[in-house]
Every structure is written in C-alpha cells, then in structure tokens.
C-alpha cells in the first residue's frame, strides 16, 4: 500500500536521518529501488518528473505499475509514490492518478503567486490524504525544461511557505541536478541553519543528491534534511553497467540479447548505489 510521506519525514527528522527519494523511470528502477528498500528495511520515496511520467505513458500507468509491484514483490516497507518537480497542472493529474505525494515547484514564480497556488495545492492534497512539498529558491542545472542557477533561498520566504501547511520544503542551498562542476563552492550551510530557524521542525528537502560528499550530506541531515533526491547518479550507474556488458560482448553469447539480460547489469547497478545511499542517509532498519 503506497503512503504519504508525512509520517516518514517527521520520524526522520526525530530520528536525525534521511530518507531517499530515487527517481523511476520505468520497471527495471521501480522493481530495483523497492527490493533494496525491503533488503534494508528502509522507508523509500519513489520519485516521478513530468518527463518520466508521460515517457511511462501517464501517471495512471506509473501508479498502476508501483501499486501492483508493491503487491507481487510483497513490499512491507513505507512507499510514497511522489511528483518531483511537479507543475500546477501537473499536480492535479498526479492527485487523480493516485500518487501518494505530491511537489509543486513554484520557485520559478514570483513569491506572491508560489504563495497563492501553493496555499489551494495544500488545501486539495490534504482533503485527499496526499502529502505535499514545496520549493523555494532555485535547484541548479536542468530538470524537465526547468532551469536554475542555484540560486539560495530566502529563509523569510521560506517561513512563509512552510507556514502555508506544506508537509516538507526545498529549499535552494546552492544545491543543483546533475553532476557537480570541479568549481562547485559546495553547500550553503548558513543559509540552511537560517532556514531551520524559521521553519522549526519541517522536514527540509535536498535535491540534487548525486555527487555531494558524505559528509557534506551528514551535514545537513543534521541541520534538518529529511528527504534526500537521487536520480542521476542511478543513470550513471545503469549506463555504466550496461556499457560494460555490451563491450564485453556479452551481448552475443548465447541469449545475452534478451532484454531481461542486457538490462540485467544496469538493475543491479541501480540496486548498489541505493543501497549506499539508504546505509549513507542512515535509513536502515527505520520502516
């Protein structure tokens, strides 16, 4: 059964640890994430962009899929099923489709207009039982056409859309998507600290988990992160796995074509790197 992730994040942040948000992109990422998770009995956020989702033929198809995968590979463990990045239309598609969870990035907005659609956002996911999260200030790199700079985050601003009734907030730490430039400055622990003093025990959101050092995320786990966004780093190691097995020419031996052996290698690829990110944000053993 897919929850939200409310629950989670406040024992999360009780608790001092994280939990993971791993992007799906099809079966091969679902079915990967949800049997580390179980492995190491850790709560688990499935994230869904807008691009995933429509590549995956819509948000019913996704919620259909993780729903009656959670069933067959009887997944005991706590699985929100969320929007990442989500539009304002997208929201509603996903709180028909059944996600558990949903995020309205409206950091590209004006303050007043993330303030006024993120307020009638909170009001409909709550009435459904669907957690919700918000953004402020810009996540760097691309994600689904959206770009940011990196840009830190208001802690005033912060206050006011943490006080709108959001379930967990992102918050721009100088944080981006993708892999990190040599000459990336690292994240900004002021301004972080600065927003924790305004929105007290809200769980705060860090994207852009690939490539942060350990002890920079250790970090801010400390300072109040409570979700932490991992999707590149997954296709880096799918790729790389993949890469391996067809220059290897394991390709043609015998059947080595059949999907369900080419993909092989990526999956468990996916598996190892979650599993090191669930044992980094310190997860294990908290479902």
Same mark, same amino acid.
């Given at each position: 059964?897919?929850?939200?992730?409310?629950?989670?994040?406040q024992?999360?942040?009780?608790? &001092?640890y994280a939990?993971?948000?791993?992007?799906?992109?099809?079966l091969?990422?679902t079915?990967?994430?949800?049997a580390t998770?179980q492995?190491l009995?850790? *709560?688990?956020?499935?994230?869904?962009? =807008?691009?995933? $989702?429509?590549?995956m033929t819509g948000f019913t198809?996704?919620?259909?899929?993780?729903?009656a995968?959670?069933?067959?590979m009887? @997944?005991t463990?706590p699985?929100?099923? &969320?929007l990442?990045?989500?539009?304002?239309d997208?929201?509603?598609?996903?709180?028909?489709?059944?996600?558990?969870s @949903?995020m309205?990035?409206?950091?590209?907005?004006?303050?007043?207009?993330?303030?006024?659609?993120t307020?009638?956002?909170?009001?409909?996911? &709550?009435?459904?039982?669907?957690?919700?999260?918000?953004e402020?200030?810009?996540?760097?790199g691309?994600?689904d056409g959206?770009?940011g700079m990196g =840009?830190?985050?208001?802690?005033?601003?912060?206050?006011?859309?943490?006080?709108?009734? @959001?379930d967990?907030?992102?918050a721009?730490?100088?944080?981006i &998507?993708?892999k990190? *430039?040599?000459?990336w400055q $690292?994240l900004?622990?002021?301004?972080?600290?600065a927003i924790k003093a305004?929105?007290?025990?809200? *769980?705060l959101v860090l994207?852009?988990g690939?490539?942060?050092?350990?002890?920079?995320?250790? #970090?801010? @786990?400390?300072l109040g992160v409570a979700k932490?966004?991992?999707?590149?780093?997954?296709?880096?190691?799918?790729a790389?796995?993949?890469?391996?097995?067809i220059? =290897?020419?394991?390709?043609?031996q015998?059947?080595?074509?059949? *999907?369900?052996?080419?993909?092989a290698?990526?999956?468990?690829?996916?598996?190892?790197i979650?599993?090191e #990110?669930i044992?980094?944000?310190?997860?294990?053993g908290k479902a």
């Amino acid at each position: 059964m897919l929850v939200s992730a409310t629950e989670m994040l406040q024992k999360a942040v009780a608790g &001092h640890y994280a939990v993971g948000a791993f992007n799906i992109n099809n079966l091969e990422w679902t079915k990967s994430i949800l049997a580390t998770a179980q492995e190491l009995e850790s *709560p688990v956020i499935l994230g869904v962009s =807008e691009g995933a $989702g429509k590549y995956m033929t819509g948000f019913t198809t996704v919620t259909a899929m993780v729903k009656a995968m959670v069933d067959a590979m009887g @997944i005991t463990v706590p699985v929100a099923l &969320h929007l990442d990045h989500g539009t304002y239309d997208g929201c509603y598609k996903c709180i028909k489709a059944g996600f558990s969870s @949903i995020m309205f990035d409206g950091s590209h907005y004006p303050i007043e207009e993330n303030v006024e659609k993120t307020k009638e956002l909170v009001k409909i996911a &709550h009435a459904m039982g669907l957690s919700i999260e918000a953004e402020v200030g810009a996540i760097g790199g691309e994600e689904d056409g959206v770009v940011g700079m990196g =840009e830190c985050a208001d802690p005033a601003e912060c206050k006011r859309i943490a006080d709108l009734g @959001i379930d967990f907030l992102a918050a721009g730490i100088g944080n981006i &998507h993708g892999k990190y *430039p040599a000459n990336w400055q $690292g994240l900004s622990f002021e301004t972080l600290a600065a927003i924790k003093a305004q929105t007290g025990d809200m *769980p705060l959101v860090l994207h852009g988990g690939t490539g942060i050092p350990a002890d920079q995320i250790k #970090k801010a @786990i400390d300072l109040g992160v409570a979700k932490i966004n991992v999707n590149t780093e997954c296709q880096l190691y799918f790729a790389d796995a993949t890469r391996k097995y067809i220059e =290897e020419g394991k390709d043609q031996q015998g059947k080595g074509y059949d *999907p369900r052996k080419l993909l092989a290698p990526g999956a468990e690829g996916i598996k190892t790197i979650v599993k090191e #990110k669930i044992e980094l944000f310190g997860s294990v053993g908290k479902a």
